[in-house]
């Protein structure tokens, strides 16, 4: 039996928190910290294993349209990630890289999310790739506006001018997208990166979505025929 063959780009869309939260009588907040705590554990696990860069979609721009409760819950744990947390990634030598807009984030978030960045970059085990305040949309319009500010003529614009003004561009297209919870759109997640990748849906939410699940969305990666269109 010949081994699985391990993507180079995973991404991951975190989806259910909230309707695991209600599927076992809890507060909304309470899935997103049992989800957090998931994120930990996976990430650590999938770069352990081979993974180089793992996209983690934790908050889009359209989620600022949920209660300011669950936001200011979401802004407050995503800081807690990049300070308490951040010194254990730090030692499992793990790269952090912010893809998403400072627009509407707090000083002090997009501070500690510039930190993470600068003290992680010379990590080498795999990159956990914060997609946070981020939309496929939005990324795609940045990269039009970074082309325009340079002054580049129309005519010399090309795909790859597009990949080269992309949030962090030096982050590669993403093979392997898994979303939990049953859904199966990709909700704005990396538009222009996963062009070709192929896509992996998991009806268990998000906090119930474990190692096996991930060597499982691995090893049906690991069958598939990617053609790139040819």
């Known amino acids: 039996m010949e081994a699985d063959i391990t993507p180079v780009h995973l991404g991951i869309i975190l989806d259910g928190n909230r309707r695991w939260a209600k599927s076992n009588r809890l507060a909304k907040i309470e899935g997103h910290k049992r989800g957090y705590e998931n994120l930990k554990d996976i990430s650590t696990y999938a770069l352990n294993r081979g993974v180089k860069y793992l996209s983690a979609y934790m908050f889009s721009t359209e989620n600022w349209d949920?209660?300011?409760k669950e936001i200011n819950y979401l802004m407050n744990l995503a800081h807690r990630m990049l300070t308490h947390d951040l010194e254990d990634m730090n030692k499992e030598n793990i790269k952090i890289v912010w893809l998403g807009s400072p627009d509407r984030l707090s000083k002090k978030?997009?501070?500690?999310?510039r930190?993470?960045?600068?003290?992680?970059?010379?990590?080498?085990?795999?990159?956990?790739?914060?997609?946070f305040n981020y939309g496929g949309k939005q990324e795609i319009v940045d990269s039009v506006k970074s082309i325009i500010s340079k002054g580049i003529k129309p005519d010399d614009i090309i795909d790859g001018?597009?990949?080269?003004?992309l949030y962090a561009s030096d982050i590669p297209p993403i093979d392997l997208v898994v979303r939990t919870s049953g859904e199966q759109r990709l909700s704005?997640?990396?538009l222009w990166r996963a062009a070709y990748a192929e896509l992996f849906f998991v009806d268990k939410a998000w906090p119930d979505f474990d190692k096996n699940d991930l060597d499982a969305a691995i090893s049906e990666y690991s069958r598939r025929n990617r053609r790139f269109g040819k």
């Not at 978030?109 to 999310?113: D, E, I, P, T, Y």
């Not at 001018?161 to 003004?165: A, C, I, L, R």
């Open 115 to 131: 930190r993470a960045e600068e003290l992680t970059k010379n990590n080498t085990k795999g990159t956990l790739c914060v997609c």
């Open 161 to 165: 001018t597009v990949s080269d003004n």
């Open 66 to 68: 949920r209660s300011l």
């Open 188 to 190: 704005g997640f990396m």
């Open 109 to 113: 978030l997009v501070s500690a999310l």
